[in-house]
């Protein structure tokens, strides 16, 4: 096997959440990931034609992470906004506490 390499072809590829843009332009600021994925390419009787290295991909995991922490946040309020909504219309009027009610209790010393 020769220790020669050459580059036939260099293909940029910009990822998106959708897929990939061939040809497309990464922005600076896009987190890079350090995983090389190398596949070799063979002849049918065995012998190395060359191989292909996909590398320096796009990072989405701290991306996935925010969104998937704003939305659990968005429903928790939600969720408790509906309970305490859902509470305040089950139970009967008669029932709600009465502010003023703390004044005339006997405990208090009030007659």
Request: aromatic share 8%; glycine share 10%.
């Amino acid at each position: 096997m020769s220790s020669n390499k050459a580059i036939l072809s260099q293909i940029p590829a910009v990822g998106t959440m959708y897929g990939f843009d061939l040809q497309g332009n990464a922005p600076l600021t896009a987190a890079r990931s350090d995983q090389v994925y190398r596949q070799n390419i063979t002849a049918s009787d065995g012998t190395l034609l060359g191989s292909v290295e996909l590398s320096d991909g796009p990072t989405y995991g701290m991306d996935i992470v925010k969104n998937v922490a704003f939305g659990w946040l968005i429903a928790s309020l939600v969720g408790m906004l509906i309970a305490v909504l859902a509470g305040w219309w089950i139970q009967p009027a008669d029932q709600w506490p009465d502010p003023g009610a703390h004044r005339q209790h006997p405990a208090h010393g009030c007659r």
